[in-house]
């Protein structure tokens, strides 16, 4: 079993920054990717960023050139930096972790509002 903390969301202003953290515990040496997905009100969950064990990422179109996501595998966590915020980012941002044995877990969600 791998559990899943995350932090950081917030409100902010259009333009402007956060961090998401998420932080793995459990079963963590059985993780491979990781990654982050959100779900705005009324819309499927969405990919937002993945990165694998071995540092690749990949992002979703929409956000390429605004966020980086990243991982330290010292403290089992992954960061989802977002910059240049727009007000259709606002959703709850999930991080997820894939083991070995392609089980998925999630985390709890975090809401991320940002105001025009």
């Known amino acids: 079993q791998v559990q899943l903390v995350e932090s950081g969301g917030g409100l902010v202003q259009a333009g402007g920054s956060l961090r998401l953290s998420c932080a793995a515990s459990?079963?963590?040496?059985?993780?491979?990717?990781m990654g982050w997905y959100r779900q705005a009100p009324g819309k499927q969950r969405e990919l937002v960023a993945t990165?694998?064990?071995?540092?690749?990422?990949n992002y979703a179109d929409s956000v390429k050139g605004r966020f980086t996501i990243s991982r330290d595998n010292a403290k089992n966590t992954v960061y989802l930096q977002m910059n240049s915020l727009k007000p259709e980012d606002t959703a709850i941002y999930y991080c997820?972790?894939?083991?070995?044995?392609?089980?998925?877990?999630w985390g709890q969600g975090n809401q991320v509002t940002v105001s025009s």
């Open positions: 990165i694998t064990s071995g540092g690749s990422t």
């Open positions: 459990g079963s963590i040496f059985s993780i491979n990717g």
């Open positions: 997820n972790a894939l083991n070995g044995m392609g089980q998925l877990y």
